[in-house]
């Protein structure tokens, strides 16, 4: 599978959204080769979160649960479970999976995929993150389009200010290596005297190829005052397990 066809594909949607693309498809006679499209260049970051076989460490059908946890001083907090069930491995390596997104009225639905290269986890709450964003600055609703902007300062952020570093970890008894994946989207930004309560919001994802599912775990801080205070809001997306199941 190419990266092109990856973007193409099942659970492309968020993906898209995040790094801004439009991916044409060809309109029936191939095209002269100088009007292709320039190739894009992604960031190490980009590359790590997005252009990668995040399914290839499984080679059977599990469950991978993660669990949910949002904290803070800013306002209540909950707890909840998301799981991403891979019900089968394709014979080209690719997998048919379902996810549940949160439980209750906060389930987001997911429609199921025959075949996909995919973690959809990441890109999911991400997207939820800046409309997160756009409630948090603007509680009278006046700027519904808010999350747009955000979105393109997550995008910006991993292309160009997002650090990438070796990280060990633990899960289910083990050692893992992976990498970590640091960025500030709004700590430069020019308008973030909009928004300045939440402009100092840091992001960190931990992955692995090794892992199973590839993502490891997702946190999300937006600091409170003084050095060692609670943080208006923290969220943390965690593998919490790998089950079996049965085909």
């Known amino acids: 599978m190419t990266m092109t066809d990856w973007l193409r594909g099942p659970w492309s949607g968020a993906v898209m959204l995040l790094l801004g693309l439009s991916v044409a498809l060809p309109a029936g006679a191939q095209q002269d080769q100088a009007d292709e499209p320039e190739p894009i260049e992604f960031s190490e970051a980009e590359t790590r979160m997005w252009l990668t076989d995040q399914l290839s460490a499984v080679t059977e059908p599990v469950t991978l649960r993660y ?12 707890e909840d479970e998301v799981r991403f069930v891979i019900e089968k491995v394709n014979e080209d390596g690719s997998k048919a999976a379902s996810v549940q997104f949160f439980s209750g009225e906060r389930q987001f639905p997911v429609p199921p995929v025959s075949n996909t290269t995919v973690n959809p986890i990441l890109k999911i709450y991400l997207q939820g993150d800046v409309y997160e964003m756009n409630r948090l600055t603007d509680p009278e609703g006046a700027a519904r389009e808010r999350w747009r902007y955000f979105q393109r300062r997550v995008k910006l952020a991993l292309a160009e200010t997002a650090e990438v570093e070796p990280h060990t970890f633990e899960f289910d008894g083990r050692q893992w290596q992976g990498h970590v994946i640091r960025f500030q989207p ?7 005297d909009q928004f300045e309560r939440f402009a100092d919001k840091r992001y960190e994802v931990i992955v692995s190829d090794d892992l199973p599912g ?7 801080v937006v600091p409170g ?10 969220e943390v997306l965690e593998l919490d397990a790998i089950e079996s199941v049965q085909e």
């Open 67 to 78: 669990d949910f946890r949002k904290s803070g001083s800013f306002e209540a907090g909950f």
């Open 186 to 192: 709004y700590v430069n930004d020019p308008k973030r």
């Open 214 to 220: 590839y993502i490891y775990r997702v946190e999300t």
């Open 225 to 234: 005052d003084g050095e060692n205070g609670e943080p208006l809001i923290r």
